[in-house]
């Protein structure tokens, strides 16, 4: 068990040291937790955005693995390949979409 915990931060780190998306997600999520301590979230509030942060980040490094998995598969150009890492990448954008409306619907009534 520890074993498989220790592969998962492995992987964790991968994602994180290799790939600027999901950096740039990390960021905006500690942004958004930062925003949630000034704007006093209630606990709701706070299980919606932590669910909504947990979705994009595991959805960025389900991403990220199908992307090296295909790479390894079909180094070279392939049609069916980049078909593949489009709809990876269009699974990541649909979450940060729905991320970013989470965030509106929880923040904005607290800015008036």
């Not at 290799?18 to 905006?28: A, D, P």
């Not at 490094?61 to 790479?71: C, S």
């Amino acid at each position: 068990m520890f074993k498989s915990f220790g592969f998962a931060v492995k992987g964790l780190k991968l994602a994180i040291s290799s790939q600027q998306n999901f950096r740039i997600h990390v960021l905006v999520a500690v942004l958004v937790v930062a925003a949630g301590i000034f704007a006093r979230l209630s606990a709701g509030e706070w299980c919606i955005i932590m669910i909504t942060i947990s979705m994009v980040l595991a959805m960025e490094a389900v991403n990220t693995a199908i992307e090296k998995l295909v790479d390894f598969v079909s180094p070279g150009f392939h049609e069916q390949a980049g078909t593949v890492k489009d709809i990876s990448a269009g699974a990541v954008l649909i979450t940060a979409i729905g991320a970013v409306i989470v965030g509106l619907v929880i923040f904005l009534p607290k800015m008036v």
